[in-house]
């Protein structure tokens, strides 16, 4: 930014709510020399500070990059909606917390995907930004937009705004894509050029260099290729080794309050449960677990680099960390004389973890979030969610006896088979969490009293897992059973909560959505929307409005059951997982079969084909009894 | 012992809040390793006091805190340590230990000097803040805990000076009398007859009081 913007800037912070999330300099933020290096990268999150300050990609990703003596990252956030329209009357493009740099002054500008929902931030920090929104009009001195992240894995629902996707791990790819950019832009290529070099690296899709067309009744006809330079499949990036790999030792520590204020330690990465609604379970294959040592090791780096009180360990299913205990353990000796405490945001209460809960009280008491998902044996079992009843009440027993006082419990409703008697389930089931702590002795149960809260979230059918083809709920329907979970949850303790519906709808359109989505979020966006999962900004009439305007049907998206023989939109992602397990898994479903957890032995999802799996030959837990699955998400 | 330390709080962050400041500072002492206390309890947090909360907007140039540390060090040690990891818009500029017993540096507080930056200056505004102050009373009213109060802000201006664009304030800040000085610049421009220009307004010094004289509050 030059002086004038900067001062109009200054002058406008006085105006806004929680101006402190627009300053930067925080501790660990990295502040280099524009001119001492040859490739720049804006790291942008499409939400706000708060949010995307918490999330554990970007802190990784800033710090590889910023590792590069050759290259820069700085952070771009969504601004809040006051600060936007502010930026705007002043003329104040958006501008990297760093350097204040407006973002269109970046060679590359890279968004991560979380959740489909903060797709219309996109196009609105693009345009703050000062830069085309649709990749066809960016011209040679614009940067070059690129995304990843876990929704990168269906991305043509963004396919008009960004250049290149990154496809798996981030960490994996990245150099590659920089110094391709890097190069290309030294030696003065094209945009096209450069984008066709892109394509070229494993794990990297360039929308533009492939046609779609579709049939009449809206299905895709074919997708294929224009350039030689494109591949027909895009194979994801997995980092094979977990402990070798990149991680930070030092994280920005924001000034003000973010949602989570605390040190990370990712674990492990993967999961193998196999639960069939669960999109980060299969995209994130193959479980790979982090050493010990390098755990420790990097635990002591982030507690001295950062001084945070706190420190949370991060998987998809943290009890299944084959050391977890000894783990725990370990944090637990190292840290009470600094008084930090560590948290276990997912784990599997069970008789090892137990323990472990007790310890973890010993410095400081979290939450007990339990997801049972589903209210009846049944369901779980379509699900493929192997907790029984028997499981969830032993565990919250556990956590009574323990001190604890109140448990959310998370399930989600419109899945697939779901009958009323799955719904009544439910209730039964935060029945029986209340009766449970009644049936610990007053001496030695929280004197608090109990109080269960019942979260019920609307099933979106996901790319890449067995319920993929599947139709989701309307919205019709949907209403009648939240009527219907509220009357079941009527119940002395019991709390009851449910999402908003239309934004699961909308999901659910843009998450298995074609390049046709883009024209719709374009649409979205022209009509007003923008922070879309915050309830005070969602127009659901005007995401409406936008179907209408691209004469599309969110019916077709969202409410239709897809034949096995239907083209879909992703089916050009090579995830490793295949579509032929997706569809067995899809078939056991309606059978209501469960399939085994992988490391009794592998069930041949398709990454046993990759050479990245560990366990494909000597699976941990072969010829051991099944345990239960993580209760917690 | 415990350590007076003083230390700046740079204009950018003076969006920072008071909670999240002190938050800021604390795990900036756990990032030292120097040998910090702690309260007791269930939630033990770092022993830390500021002499006097900064408001959100506000830059500060002296700050004063006092840390309690176990054993003895020296006040350029602890600077050392605490300066290597602090963030360079909140760096440390001294450090004198204390003995416990020695008072609190809140209780030693008497009055704060603060500068604003203003963005226009009247005309004639140097006659103005003199015929302000030679006022024998200066009635405003002020917001309490407990509602808007009417009080007079004379006795609790020491000093009050123009130079340039710069109008430098010295005014009582204890827990007997405390004049903002947001207050104060209502009030005075409301006397020249002027719409209040927009303003930067830093804390520079807090002070004490020492035979009968304020003085940087640090050197108490």
Known sequence: ?633 | MKMIVVFEKAPRLRHIGHLDLMRAMQRALRRSGLPLRYSQGFNPHILLTFAAPLSVGMPGKREVMEVPIEGEMTGEAFLTKLSAALPPDLPVLSAVPVDDRHPAPMALLTAAVYQAELETVPENFGEMVEKYLAQKEIPAVRKTKTGMKPCDLRPMIYGLTLKGNTLTMVLALCESATCKPDLLLSSLFEFAGTERPRALITRTQLLGEKDGALVPLESL
């Open chain 1, 1 to 633: 930014m030059n002086e004038q913007e900067n001062a109009r800037l200054e002058k406008l912070l006085e105006t806004v709510q929680k101006p402190a999330r627009y300053i930067g300099g925080e501790m660990n933020s990295v502040r280099k020399d524009w001119d001492s290096v040859r490739c720049t990268f804006g790291f942008c999150f499409a939400d706000t500070y708060e949010i995307g300050m918490s999330h554990l990609g970007m802190k990784i990703l800033y710090y590889l990059i910023n590792q590069r003596p050759d290259a820069l990252c700085e952070r771009l956030f969504m601004p809040d909606a006051d600060m936007a329209d502010k930026m705007r009357e002043e003329n104040i493009p958006l501008f990297s917390l760093e350097s204040r740099k407006a973002l269109n002054h970046f060679d590359i500008v890279g968004f991560t995907l979380q959740y489909e929902m903060s797709y219309t931030n996109i196009l609105e920090m693009l345009d703050l930004g000062r830069i085309p929104i649709f990749g066809k009009d960016r011209g040679e001195t614009d940067p070059i937009v690129v995304a990843g992240g876990p929704c990168a894995f269906n991305p043509e629902n963004l396919a008009y705004f960004i250049d290149a996707f990154m496809i798996g791990d981030g960490e994996d790819v990245m150099h590659e894509l920089i110094d391709v950019i890097r190069d290309g832009r030294e030696a003065g290529l094209s945009r096209k050029d450069i984008l066709r070099n892109l394509a070229k690296l494993e794990g990297v899709y360039v929308p533009s260099l492939y046609d779609v067309e579709y049939n009449e009744d809206g299905t895709l006809k074919s997708f294929a290729p224009n350039d030689p330079a494109a591949p027909k499949t895009v194979k994801k990036r997995v980092v094979k080794d977990l402990s070798s790999a990149v991680y930070p030792e030092a994280i920005p520590v924001p000034y003000t309050e973010i949602v989570h204020d605390r040190m990370v330690l990712e674990i492990m990465r993967g999961c193998t449960r196999g639960c069939r609604f669960c999109q980060a379970g299969m995209l994130y294959r193959p479980v790979r677990e982090r050493s010990m040592e390098r755990l420790l090791e990097l635990a002591d780096k982030l507690q001295q680099s950062t001084g945070y009180e706190e420190m949370s360990l991060s998987s998809l299913s943290s009890g299944d960390f084959t050391c977890l205990p000894q783990l725990i353990q370990a944090l637990m000796d190292r840290y009470k004389e600094k008084r930090v405490s560590v948290s276990l945001p997912s784990m599997r209460i069970d008789n090892i973890v137990k323990q472990s809960l007790e310890e973890t009280q010993q410095v400081k008491k979290s939450g007990l979030t339990l997801a049972p998902e589903a209210g009846t044996q049944r369901l779980r079992d379509v699900i493929n969610k192997g907790v029984t009843e028997e499981d969830l009440i032993r565990s919250v027993t556990d956590a009574f006896e323990c001190g604890w006082s109140s448990v959310k419990l998370y399930f989600m409703m419109g899945l697939p088979t779901e009958t009323d008697e799955d719904l009544q389930g439910i209730g039964h089931l935060a029945k029986k969490v209340v009766d449970a702590y009644y049936s610990i002795p007053k001496e030695k149960r929280s004197k608090n009293g109990v109080r269960v809260t019942a979260s019920a979230s609307v099933f979106v059918p996901k790319p890449f897992t067995p319920f993929q083809w599947a139709a989701q709920d309307t919205l019709e329907t949907v209403h009648e059973k939240q009527a219907k979970l509220r009357q079941y949850l009527k119940l002395k303790n019991v709390h009851f909560n449910w999402h908003e519906s239309e934004l699961s709808l909308l999901e659910a359109c843009i998450s298995r959505g074609d390049r046709r989505i883009c024209d719709v979020i374009y649409a979205a966006w022209k009509r007003g929307c923008r922070l879309d999962s915050w309830m005070e900004h969602f127009k659901y009439d005007q995401w409406l409005g936008a179907f209408a305007d691209c004469g599309l049907d969110v019916a077709f998206y969202a409410y239709r059951e897809r034949p096995y023989d239907e083209l879909l939109p992703w089916q050009f992602v090579d995830a490793g997982v295949t579509m032929a397990y997706l569809q067995k898994e899809n078939e056991k479903a309606k059978q209501v079969k469960t399939t085994p957890d992988c490391r009794h032995g592998c069930n041949g999802c398709g990454l046993h084909t990759w050479g990245v799996c560990d366990w494909v030959k000597n699976p941990p837990l072969k010829g051991k009894a099944q345990t239960a699955a993580p209760l917690a998400d």
